[in-house]
């Protein structure tokens, strides 16, 4: 059966993993640019491409099956110096948005937030993009809670290898293997599709930090300033 799957964010790379992987189903794809969504998805038949102004403001889209909110930003430089604009940004796109497009669209079958390992394990330099994307995961929590019918699915992952750090590719450099390719991350959403999968954590060295950090939060903390402190 066809499936209805709205995703945004999907000029990032990983939204265009997805697609590929996703050839038989109808796909409302979105984005903040209309130009970058048609030179990338124009050719193809069974994707209706609209603008994140359009969607929220068109009053029918029709049953979403799926709804995978894949669009994040990120600034990660001191609190001090980032600007009230800046803040307000990572929120909008990280946290509200999400919410809106959920309370909107209403997904019939499954909701898939892509949040962030930083939500779980948070570091210096990213105060405001960790906590918008903590403030995701409680969210998405909360709402399995409330409307157990519906699976809700959280992709927690650390670095991947996309345009999200094309400003920072020293960044990269410094993590190393830790930064997960576009497509690894694309099939492993795409495999939980229809599935009840509460979370899916990459890579699993993160996931096990994140685990012991809620744990021992204090010596984290010190080890993460000591010596992983590299955006």
């Known amino acids: 059966m066809t499936r209805t799957i709205v995703i945004t964010g999907a000029t990032g790379d990983i ?26 998805y124009g050719h193809l038949t ?34 001090m110096s980032q600007t009230d604009a800046e803040v307000t940004e990572q929120f909008v796109i990280n946290t509200l948005l999400p ?6 669209l209403t997904p019939q079958r499954q909701l898939v937030n892509i949040a962030s390992i ?26 399995r809670m409330e409307n157990p019918a519906l699976i809700v699915t959280t992709v927690n992952t650390g670095p991947v290898r996309t345009k999200f750090h094309k400003e920072n590719q020293a960044y990269l450099a410094k993590v190393g293997r830790t930064a997960l390719p576009a497509e690894k991350v694309a099939t492993k959403i795409v495999q939980s599709l229809g599935r009840k999968r509460r979370e ?11 685990r012991l950090r809620a744990l021992m939060p204090g010596l984290f903390d010190y080890l993460s300033t000591r010596f992983f402190n590299f955006k």
């Open 15 to 40: 939204a265009q993993e997805i697609v590929k992987q996703l050839p038989d189903d109808h796909l409302i794809l979105v984005s903040r640019r209309k130009e970058a969504l048609s030179e990338l």
């Open 46 to 79: 069974h994707v209706t491409l609209f603008t994140t102004d359009e969607l929220l403001n068109k009053e029918e889209v029709g049953p979403v099956d799926i709804l995978i909110n894949n669009a994040g930003f990120g600034i990660f430089k001191p609190l």
């Open 118 to 143: 930083s939500g779980k394990l948070p570091t210096a330099k990213s105060s405001i993009y960790a906590a918008s994307k903590a403030a995701l995961l409680t969210f998405s929590d909360a709402l």
């Open 200 to 210: 899916i954590n990459l890579p699993w060295t993160l996931s096990t930090a994140s």
């Open 99 to 104: 919410i809106q497009l959920t309370r909107q």
